[in-house]
């Protein structure tokens, strides 16, 4: 079984200053590594994923996430967020084997950009 | 191409009652996968349905169900309703073999 791991909850950040999400996950096999966005009252947006290749991934709107799997972990940066960005942050996995698709989610991080 | 489409948005129901919450997948996928989202629990499976049938499935009492037509489009049935069932209900859709799943706007479930 899989599990992930986003080590903070909140993260307060002030507009234009950079932001890192972590993301670690566990995993005994491959995975496919996902970040999905959740503005209030609203469902999930896929940002970016992860699924072979380059181990840097960028989304259109500037976020860009590193595999790394010595250390399993696939954290989510940005340079210079935006007032914009004030959301909700969920990191996923999905076994690359898996019958089916069935993504496990991290408990999800509170982004708050302030003026 | 129009997205995952879920109705209704909102729903208010009494505890002991039934509900179908529907969701109509993207153009051309047929794999559609049903996630409970709460404050206490976070996201959680529910369960996936590929080509009229169930593929997958979390760890949830019988009282919750769900099946897939043959255009993929998809209802899940909670019966019995709890207090603990009051949740935002995302439904998913991905390509046959994709892992990219791409979620609706969700329904949410209010059990008084």
């Known amino acids: 079984a899989q599990s992930v791991t986003q080590l903070d909850s909140q993260v307060p950040v002030f507009e234009e200053a950079p932001v890192e999400l972590r993301c670690n996950y566990s995993?005994?096999?491959?995975?496919?590594l996902f970040w999905y966005v959740q503005y209030p009252n609203q469902g999930l947006q896929l940002l970016l994923k992860?699924?072979?290749?380059?181990?840097l991934v960028k989304s259109i709107n500037g976020f860009e996430a590193e595999f790394n799997k010595s250390q399993t972990s696939f954290h989510l940066r940005k340079p210079s967020v935006h007032i914009s960005d004030t959301a909700e942050y969920f990191c996923a996995v999905r076994t690359v084997k898996a019958a089916g698709n069935k993504l496990t989610f991290g408990g999800g991080t509170r982004v708050l950009v302030k003026p | 191409k129009a997205g995952v489409t879920q109705t209704p948005r909102y729903l208010i129901k009494t505890r002991g009652q039934q509900v179908t919450l529907s969701c109509s997948p993207i153009s051309g996928h047929r794999s559609v996968s049903w996630y409970q989202q709460t404050p206490g629990q976070g996201l959680q499976f529910l369960f996936e349905?590929?080509?009229?049938?169930?593929?997958n499935k979390g760890n949830f009492p019988g009282r919750f169900s769900g099946r897939q037509f043959s255009n993929s489009r998809s209802e899940m049935n909670v019966s019995t309703l709890e207090l603990g069932d009051s949740a935002l209900y995302l439904c998913?859709?991905?390509?046959?073999?994709?892992?990219?799943?791409?979620f609706g706007p969700g329904t949410r479930l209010t059990v008084l």
């Open positions: 992860y699924l072979s290749g380059s181990t």
């Open positions: 349905y590929f080509s009229e049938t169930q593929r």
């Open positions: 998913a859709s991905s390509l046959e073999g994709g892992p990219t799943q791409y």
């Open positions: 995993s005994s096999v491959s995975v496919y």
